[in-house]
């Protein structure tokens, strides 16, 4: 049920109106560059490369990940439309970006992204809400794998998604997941057998319902309730997944 990688074409269900041009945006400033593709697995750039651009997400889904000492793949997150990738304050990017989906950029180069910050000066706390989201969005997994169980790390990465749809308000979304089952299981700091348990679980409880070929309608308050911090035994976490023996506790 889950897409593979070539196979899946994300488009945005709602799109925020650019700003007017005599009220600057970030969004605003990308707005008359050109659009670049870039297919399924292609990589947009790697981990350690030099951060000259940075990108606006227009349609699609990109990943963010490092490669770890022993070889390999931690995603750090998900990208959709309407965020933007590379603002690095160091001369070279700290992570990579590949494109879970056929997936539509905008690039500004960094110097001349510098140059509209000081013309603009306005933008700069935008752009530092920016950076902070990224903050606390590391926190968040760094929680997420430190603290949860296999269920509720899987809950809250639904719930995630959910929000990010124009359906977000309603109690049952349904939410379309272009990413495979591999990517999620490098995201969580599970294997793939955890993710697929897990899946299959919730969607036997009624949790997740398959609508289409890769669309899943949530039931978001139950979801919210499996995502806490509730004591659990066991529910399906193996011993090679991240976090069941490092933090001390038998995760599930």
Same mark, same amino acid.
Request: some cysteine.
């Given at each position: ?117 000081? %013309?603009?000066?306005?933008? $700069?706390?935008? @752009?530092? &809400?920016?950076?902070? !989201? ?5 926190? +968040? ?75 899943? %309608?949530?039931?978001?308050? $139950?979801?919210? @309730?499996? &995502?806490?911090?509730? !004591? ?5 976490? +193996? ?14």
């Amino acid at each position: 049920m889950f897409a593979t990688e070539r196979e899946y074409q994300f488009r945005p269900s709602n799109v925020t109106p650019f700003a007017a041009a005599t009220t600057p945006t970030l969004a605003s400033v990308f707005r008359n560059q050109p659009t670049e593709v870039v297919q399924a697995g292609g990589a947009l750039f790697w981990e350690g490369d030099p951060a000259k651009h940075l990108f606006e997400v227009v349609d699609g889904v990109l990943r963010i990940f490092r490669i770890i000492g022993d070889g390999r793949r931690v995603i750090t997150g998900f990208l959709f439309p309407g965020d933007l990738v590379g603002i690095s304050m160091k001369d070279r990017y700290l992570y990579g970006a590949e494109a879970v989906t056929v997936t539509k950029v905008r690039r500004f180069a960094r110097s001349s992204f510098q140059e509209k910050m000081n %013309q603009h000066p306005e933008l $700069r706390p935008k @752009l530092f &809400a920016r950076l902070c !989201d990224e903050m606390a969005a590391a926190q +968040d997994q760094m929680a997420l794998l430190a603290r949860k169980t296999a269920e509720e790390r899987l809950c809250s990465f639904l719930l995630l998604l959910a929000r990010r749809t124009e359906d977000a308000s309603k109690s049952t979304p349904t939410v379309e997941l272009p990413m495979t089952r591999q990517d999620i299981a490098d995201y969580l700091g599970l294997t793939v057998e955890t993710v697929s348990r897990n899946v299959t679980k919730l969607t036997a409880r009624g949790m997740i319902v398959p609508k289409g070929r890769h669309g899943y %309608q949530f039931k978001t308050e $139950r979801l919210a @309730l499996l &995502a806490g911090d509730e !004591d659990a035994d066991n529910n399906g976490c +193996d011993d090679r997944d991240i976090g069941c023996q490092r933090f001390g506790r038998t995760l599930a």
